[in-house]
Antibody
Framework: QVQLQESGPGLVKPSETLSLTCSVS????????WSWIRQPPGKGLEWIAY???????NYNPSLKSRLTVSVDTSRNQLSLKLSSVTAADTAVYFC??????????WGPGTLVTVSS | EIVLTQSPGTLSLSPGERATLSCRAS???????LAWYQQKPGQAPRLLIY???SRATGIPDRFSGSGSGTDFTLTISRLEPEDFAVYYC?????????FGQGTKVEIK
């Protein structure tokens, strides 16, 4: 059974960089696509980016200038870096696997709060 | 980007009743690449339907998806107590991928 687990600081200061890791167990990173998705408290879902196991990426244009997503197949991990964060970036961040395009396995999510 | 509009915002029904949720796209969804997810409080979304009408692994057959182009529907034939949740549609045919704003199915 594939399991995903997001990890990283729960509190980030405004203007700093948010860094998260998604660890995949029970299966391989390859040959799948993987997404990052976020959900502000009490609100809906927003797709952030996806990455192929080869490292090919596709970013949401609304975040592209601040975003870096990468994959480490040797560690079976994904990472997300979002720079120059503001309170609007406060959200639960999920990583999720693609299967037939849709997201079939999800991590439980990690809450990141942007506050000084 | 494709804007997905879900209706109604809230659906108040009783267990055993039929639920019909709508998702309308601002332009045609390529290859009917439309998914439905269920989300309960404090949990990650769960994939129910992909490709507009294919049930994901382990999803009960009371959940069905239909539609094409710009109009899609999720139907729950007989609501079970565990089905009361928020439901989101997502299109993954054109980048950026987008989600609808959600429909809450609550107990009447």
């Amino acid at each position: 059974q594939v399991q995903l687990q997001e990890s990283g600081p729960g509190l980030v200061k405004p203007s700093e960089t948010l860094s998260l890791t998604c660890s995949v167990s029970g299966g391989s990173i390859s040959p799948y696509y993987w997404s990052w998705i976020r959900q502000p408290p009490g609100k809906g879902l927003e797709w952030i980016a996806y990455i192929y196991f080869t490292g090919t990426t596709n970013y949401n244009p609304s975040l592209k200038s601040r975003l870096t997503v990468s994959v480490d197949t040797s560690r079976n991990q994904l990472s997300l870096k979002l720079s120059s964060v503001t309170a609007a970036d406060t959200a639960v961040y999920f990583c999720a696997r693609h299967s037939a395009g849709a997201n079939d396995y999800w991590g439980p999510g990690t809450l990141v709060t942007v506050s000084s | 980007e494709i804007v997905l509009t879900q209706s109604p915002g809230t659906l108040s029904l009783s267990p055993g009743e039929r639920a019909t949720l709508s998702c309308r796209a601002s332009q045609s969804v390529n290859n009917n690449y439309l998914a439905w997810y269920q989300q309960k409080p404090g949990q990650a979304p769960r994939l129910l339907i992909y490709g507009a009408s294919s049930r994901a692994t382990g999803i009960p057959d009371r959940f069905s998806g239909s539609g094409s182009g710009t109009d899609f529907t999720l139907t729950i034939s007989r609501l079970e107590p565990e089905d009361f949740a928020v439901y989101y549609c997502q299109q993954y045919g054109i980048s950026p991928r987008t989600f609808g704003q959600g429909t809450k199915v609550e107990i009447k």
